[in-house]
């Protein structure tokens, strides 16, 4: 709503303070609007069920101010904080809050993130309008927009980042190098106690020893990242420079540590006071952790390479397994199953590229996407296409089948059994292989015939055994191929006719 | 493009970043190959020509360098173009809701032009798209839409916006399902994440979706929709 509104010249001119009240009016209002989103987040609580508010439940100030904290505390470095982290952290907190309703936790931390977000205004920007009076008579507004928090797409997936007014009004300026945060909190430190302000000393020491966790951390994220894929950081050039740094600033900071307990052990052991002294072991317990964080770093600095190298011998140099040596069932398939659904997808999804071979990736474009789905349907053909004529003469030729004449052969010796004949005699006559095989499938198809297998009944085979009837005799064929027992064949009824079918008697 | 010849090197590390651009779960992660590449192509223009001209002669062309990674579109026709053959089967009435729903999903995250230079990724929710979506069938001006735009307008507008099968889920042939399905497949593209972590039915919109609509020419109906998020989010702030 910028441009003059309300302009009302009869109107009382409002008298102002002071010329330098009015200079820097805007820049008041605006660190007031600032905390406004958190003030609204906190009047909408309930509307998000979230009760209790103003109960001692939850404190979503407190909240606002972690989930800004988290945010800031992972910009600058290769990895920003996702959404998952800074939720998670709010849920923890909340947890911390009123842990007898785990139920709430997540819901809460949403409720602040989204807040945070403006998502009440589908993610825009909070826009407020400054009243600018300086000059007489009329007031101007003034649109200010801002955000705290938004949401940036990035190779790790959506991750926060604070806007600039979010971290100088909510952080005032906190340097995120923690090297160098922790360096110039070193100095600070030791002016604060040498001026014996112990209080202030007792500050310092803690968010000295916070970075010192900050700084291991992000070198035992970096190592462990190695372990992963030795590819994922530059040990070329950029972690081999970073490691010698680090390392020179931990022997810097152990001997750093030494000092500052020395002096701040002396302070204590001749000061009379009891709050300075109480201030003072607080500072000694500090310096005692932030010194057990800096000898952990150092021992995580002095085997960073032997990291490197054996990830690199495992990953690059050492042999692969073959797949054929893996037990599917118990090496894949059953651990695959146990895993969540995402670690799950890497694993088959690799399996599946491999054992499906190339697959072309489709991309969209807008544009053309639109178009296709939204083109006209085509237009029916006006008649149906002819049908066509096959002319192709139909293959009868059975490349299974027996030559014709062995078919016939095999006819000849089973015109034998007209009088009856058992199949070891039929066998034993001077026949090729091919029509003994052929006499004794139809002994066995006579037999024992299949009554589904309409395909054998117009063989071969069923064509010979129509009309034979096959009886064993309780004698063994043991001579030449055939091996089994023996079957008298016995024609009933007259001797097979041209077209076949044998009838199955069940 | 310049006409020097290229080093055989060059291409090879363009070819290979045109691969990364297509294995779509790849990231750029800090001294990886691929952000040395990516990095490399926003600042050596040598390096760019010879993988802009290389995607050109893959049916592709190189729309932008996020901090996600290169994104890349096809050529129509070409190997790497969408056909609704990869799509799942749908009858005529499915295909235009499906665009139909893709463009309000363009319109409610991206209402002004400024929003396509915004870095700012917007969060979409299913419930949120599948209203809007029916509240501007029913006030945009679709006079001058495309007829293909109206009738899927209408259709739309028929839908009812939620069936539920025997499991209780959404049903085909409702209006949430659509958009669900067309969430889906943006995040099948790489043009949207899942943001489970906000609610069940958000999504995070990518840098890709952001370049896929600002590359877009627009449709009469994209700009209709276009206005009537202006509108609201007019109104919601006055």
């Not at chain 1, 923690?178 to 000393?201: G, I, M, N, S």
């Not at chain 1, 894949?332 to 190339?358: H, I, Y």
């Not at chain 2, 840098?207 to 700009?223: E, I, N, Q, Y």
Request: aromatic share 6%; with cysteine.
């Amino acid at each position: 709503m910028p441009g003059s509104i309300g302009a009302a010249p009869q109107a009382p001119v409002v008298a102002t303070a002071s010329p330098a009240a009015d200079a820097s009016a805007r820049a008041r209002w605006r660190s007031l609007v600032l905390t406004d989103p958190i003030s609204r987040l906190v009047r909408n609580a309930a509307h998000a069920g979230i009760l209790g508010v103003d109960d001692g439940r939850y404190d979503l100030r407190r909240l606002a101010l972690a989930a800004i904290d988290v945010v800031v505390g992972q910009m600058g470095f290769a990895r920003e904080a996702t959404l998952d982290d800074v939720l998670d952290a709010l849920a923890r907190l909340a947890a911390r809050m009123f842990p007898e309703r785990p139920d709430e936790w997540p819901a809460v931390a949403q409720t602040v993130l989204k807040g945070l977000l403006n998502d009440a205004h589908d993610n825009r920007r909070f826009t407020y309008h400054f009243a600018d009076v300086s000059d007489s008579g009329t007031a101007r507004w003034e649109p200010y927009s801002f955000r705290l928090l938004s949401l940036r797409d990035t190779e790790f997936g959506p991750v926060l980042v604070a806007s600039d007014q979010a971290i100088t009004l909510f952080l005032h300026g906190l340097d995120v190098d923690l090297e160098d945060a922790d360096r110039a909190l070193a100095h600070v430190l030791q002016r604060q106690l040498e001026d014996r302000r112990f209080a202030a000393a007792a500050r310092t020491a803690a968010q000295a020893e916070r970075t010192s966790v900050g700084l291991s951390a992000t070198l035992a994220e970096l190592l462990d990242a190695t372990r992963r894929d030795v590819t994922s950081t530059d040990w070329t050039a950029d972690l081999p420079d970073r490691l010698t740094r680090a390392r020179r600033h931990v022997e810097e900071r152990i001997a750093e540590d030494d000092r500052f307990l020395e002096h701040v052990q002396g302070g204590l052991d001749s000061e009379v006071s009891p709050e300075v002294r109480a201030v003072s072991g607080q500072i000694v317990d500090l310096l005692g952790r932030a010194k057990q964080v800096h000898l952990d770093l150092e021992k995580r600095l002095v085997g960073a390479r032997d990291v490197f190298l054996a990830a690199q011998v495992r990953q690059r140099i050492g042999r692969r397994r073959r797949l054929r040596m893996l037990n599917l069932a118990e090496d894949v398939l059953e651990p695959v199953l146990a895993l969540p659904v995402t670690d799950a997808l890497e694993v088959t999804e690799r399996f599946a590229e491999r054992a499906l071979g190339v697959t072309v990736p489709r991309l969209a474009r807008f544009d053309d996407l639109v178009e296709s789905l939204w083109a006209a349907p085509r237009a029916p053909e006006p008649d149906a296409p002819p049908e066509e004529v096959d002319d192709v003469p139909a293959d009868t030729d059975d490349v299974q089948g027996y030559p014709a004449e062995v078919v016939e052969a095999a006819r000849s010796v089973l015109a034998r059994a007209d009088a009856g004949v058992p199949l070891s005699e039929l066998l034993g006559t001077d026949t090729s292989d091919e029509v003994a095989e052929l006499v004794a499938l139809s002994a066995l198809w006579a037999f024992a015939p299949d009554p589904g297998d309409e395909e054998a009944d117009g063989s071969d085979v069923g064509f010979l055994a129509a009309g034979l009837v096959a009886v064993p005799t309780g004698a063994t064929i043991t001579a030449g191929a055939f091996h089994g027992p023996d079957l008298r064949l016995t024609r009933v009824g007259a001797a097979p006719d041209p077209a076949p079918r044998l009838e199955d008697d069940e | 493009m310049t006409s020097v010849a290229a080093d055989l090197t060059e291409v090879r590390s363009a070819a290979e970043l045109i691969q990364f651009g297509l294995a779509r779960r790849v990231r750029p992660v800090e001294g990886s190959e691929y952000r040395r590449l990516l990095d490399r192509y926003r600042g050596e223009l040598r390096f760019k020509d010879v993988v802009d001209t290389m995607a050109e002669g893959l049916g592709l062309e190189v729309l932008g360098t996020p901090r996600a990674g290169i994104v890349l579109v096809p050529e129509p026709g070409g190997p790497f173009a969408t056909r609704l053959g990869d799509l799942r089967t749908m009858d005529q009435q499915e295909k235009l809701v499906f665009g139909l729903v893709l463009v309000g999903i363009a319109a409610y995250a991206y209402p002004n032009d400024v929003d396509f230079d915004d870095p700012e990724t917007r969060l979409i929710e299913v419930t949120a798209i599948e209203e809007f979506l029916r509240t501007a069938v029913a006030a945009a001006d679709l006079g001058d839409v495309e007829d293909r735009a109206r009738a899927a307008a209408e259709i739309y507008a028929d839908l009812p916006a939620l069936v539920l099968t025997n499991t209780g889920r959404r049903a085909r042939g409702c209006t949430l399902r659509a958009v669900e399905e067309v969430c889906a497949w943006l995040v099948g593209q790489g043009a949207a994440r899942e943001a489970t972590s906000l609610g069940p039915d958000t999504f995070h919109l990518t840098d890709h979706f952001r370049l896929l609509v600002a590359d877009s020419a627009g449709t009469a109906a994209l700009d209709a929709l276009r206005s009537v998020r202006r509108d609201a989010a007019t109104g919601a702030q006055a």
